[in-house]
């Protein structure tokens, strides 16, 4: 069976929308110095995971069934991004103690000592008045239902007339 087009497209943003979730976060930590607190890794794995579930629906069949637990990872993000924010607007209590990066090298108790103290329940950034956990859960949402409502349509009248046109 081949691929529709949804289906296509689907899996490209099951593999492209966590890639670029990951990156921004990657590049706010390592280049502007926006360290992650625990509730922010949490948000991460997820994306993970749908990274591998995207790339084993390129390599697998069905792959509409990875495509669809890519979708759900990408959900269970958003979800953990909505608590988070939650958590960052006082809306809620966190259910977590906060984290610090440690450098290596060096004197490890200096280095425990001068870490920067990661709060869960502060946002270092926000754009629009929104965190970066509350971005999170606004584009992780979206985009894991996009997904989802890809994989329900039924391409296969629109794909025979593009096939015959």
């Not at 991004?81 to 809620?92: C, L, N, Q, R, T």
């Amino acid at each position: 069976m081949t691929e529709t087009a949804s289906q296509k497209l689907a899996r490209q943003l099951a593999l492209a929308i966590p890639a670029l979730l990951l990156g921004g976060a990657y590049i706010g930590e390592f280049a502007f110095g926006l360290y992650p607190c625990e509730m922010c890794w949490w948000q991460r794995w997820p994306h993970f995971a749908a990274l591998g579930f995207g790339l084993l629906a390129s390599f697998f069949r069905p792959n509409t069934f990875w495509i669809a637990l890519a979708a759900i990872a990408i959900l269970v993000s958003g979800a953990i991004g909505a608590f988070h924010a939650g958590v960052e607007y006082g809306w809620w209590q966190g259910i977590t103690a906060c984290t610090a990066a440690i450098e290596a090298g060096g004197d490890p108790l200096e280095a425990i000592m001068n870490a920067p103290i990661v709060r869960c329940d502060v946002a270092p950034w926000s754009f629009l008045g929104i965190s970066l956990a509350g971005w999170n859960f606004v584009i992780s949402t979206l985009v894991g239902l996009v997904i989802l409502f890809l994989l329900a349509r039924n391409d296969t009248e629109a794909d025979q007339g593009i096939a015959a046109a």
